[in-house]
């Protein structure tokens, strides 16, 4: 049998609810918070994202999806999608909109990572995007939105906002000096990609998954000794806004982010719902990418939340949602019944009530038991009888009650019933 490849996953009937209740929290959240819908494509120019996302990350060096297409050229499926946004902003002269610009998306992103819980190499990312606002209130709305969301989904309680400043060139320069003078002595009993990080971007280096290397990390140099006078009193100005917003967060300067693009605040949510791979949430400012993409300086702030981590959690609790199970199945005794049944069911539809009939012949027996094996909580049952006289019995299951009702009054009676209970 052909199985489905390794670090994807199915999303099976059974589970949609979840996901579509997520969803519909995020697109909620992202409108309440003045957030558009931006879609762009799956795939880009591979050079996209060497130059958005950074030659240095473990993303692009060792995760990307690439391959050369039938014209020869290099295509990349999305590690992530700021930069695609980024991109699509430019190339559609929305600098010259309304500013700021905010838009969210939900999209599947795809990296070449070893599998395990909650890291996959198709997953999907709820993400937002705000340009052209440098101040801190602007990172403070990031922040505002991204808890917003996840109070909605029920997991404020459960996740920690991590703080931290990554500062701008000038203070990462005098940082990763630090660094390099920090590492230069241990390097040797390091992994091969921190040898070649020390010189490139030694701030990689805080973020390598190897346990050989995270041994040296832990006693390293803070960035945030490191901050200069604007980048410190940016930061401190994200705080009180947060202080101010009663968003509760820990400053954890060992949030460094896996993508190069960032400047000054980083973010991210973790939970321990699910184990090693706790991040639900990331994200940060990040003001030089939109010039790397060639369009005028703007800065720029946003995060993305990874959706499969997210339903783990959810799962992990008794999530606040639940699905909305089927109104009404209409049994038919007979095969005139089973017609009648199926423009009965187009009447309740109609009225906004889920409605099921049987599609297979099935005894009257055979349909109770499937009617209650999907949940519903009313039949109807026709026959020549019913079907004479215009009325059925509409049988409440949990209650084992039953009422008779005309046809064209079983929707309304359903709705008030209902209503009632
Ligand atoms: P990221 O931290 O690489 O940031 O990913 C954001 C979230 O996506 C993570 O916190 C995690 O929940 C989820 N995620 C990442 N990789 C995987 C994986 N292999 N399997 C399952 N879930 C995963 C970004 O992607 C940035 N573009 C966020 C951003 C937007 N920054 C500014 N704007």
Redesign the pocket.
């Known amino acids: 049998m052909i199985q489905i490849p390794k670090?994807c996953k199915d999303m099976l009937p059974a589970d949609a609810y979840l996901w579509q209740a997520v969803e519909d929290t995020a697109r909620e959240s992202a409108k309440l918070y003045g957030f558009k819908e931006i879609r762009t494509p799956v795939f880009e120019h591979t050079e996209l994202f060497l130059r958005g996302?950074g030659d240095t990350t473990d993303?692009v060096n060792k995760?990307m999806y690439t391959f050369l297409d039938k014209g020869g050229r290099s295509i990349t499926l999305r590690?992530?999608?700021?930069?695609g946004v980024a991109r699509a902003f430019v190339e559609n002269g929305l600098q010259g909109g309304a500013m700021p610009f905010k838009a969210y998306y939900l999209i599947s992103?795809f990296?070449y990572?070893r599998?395990q819980a909650?890291?996959?190499?198709e997953?999907?990312?709820f993400?937002?995007?705000l340009y052209g606002a440098a101040s801190p209130v602007a990172d403070a709305e990031a922040i505002l939105l991204a808890s917003h969301f996840l109070r909605e989904l029920g997991l404020e309680q459960y996740t920690t906002l991590r703080l931290n400043s990554i500062g701008c060139k000038s203070c990462r320069a005098r940082y990763a000096e630090a660094l390099r003078a920090y590492f230069r002595p241990h390097i040797g009993e390091m992994c091969e990609d921190c040898r070649e990080r020390l010189e490139k971007n030694p701030m990689r280096i805080l973020d390598c998954k190897n346990e050989g290397c995270k041994k040296f990390t832990s006693g390293a140099p803070s960035m945030l000794d490191y901050l200069c006078d604007d980048c410190r009193a940016h930061f401190d100005a994200v705080k009180s806004l947060l202080d101010t917003s009663g968003i509760g967060y820990t400053v954890d300067p060992r949030i460094v982010?896996?993508?190069d693009?960032?400047s000054r605040t980083v973010f991210?949510?973790t939970t321990d719902l699910i184990g090693a791979?706790a991040?639900?949430?990331?994200?940060?400012r990040?003001d030089g990418l939109l010039e790397q993409m060639d369009a005028k300086p703007t800065p720029?702030?946003?995060?993305?939340?990874?959706?499969?981590?997210?339903l783990l959690a959810l799962q992990a609790l008794d999530a606040p949602f639940a699905e909305r199970l089927p109104d009404v199945y209409i049994a038919g005794m007979d095969a005139t019944s089973r017609v009648r049944a199926l423009s009965l069911a187009e009447q309740l539809r109609g009225a906004g009530l889920i409605t099921e009939c049987d599609l297979m012949d099935r005894s009257l027996k055979a349909q109770f038991k499937y009617a209650d094996k999907l949940g519903v909580r009313f039949v109807v049952v026709l026959g020549e009888e019913e079907l004479a006289s215009g009325e059925a019995q509409v049988k409440h299951l949990s209650s084992s009650t039953a009422e008779r009702v005309k046809f064209d009054e079983i929707a309304q009676y359903i709705k008030e019933y209902r209503r009632r209970k």
């Open positions: 670090g996302v993303i995760e590690p992530e999608g700021t930069a992103a990296r990572e599998p909650g890291r996959l190499r997953f999907h990312q993400g937002a995007e982010r896996g993508l693009y960032y991210e949510f791979q991040t639900v949430l990331g994200g940060g990040y720029a702030v946003g995060f993305a939340a990874g959706i499969e981590r997210l």
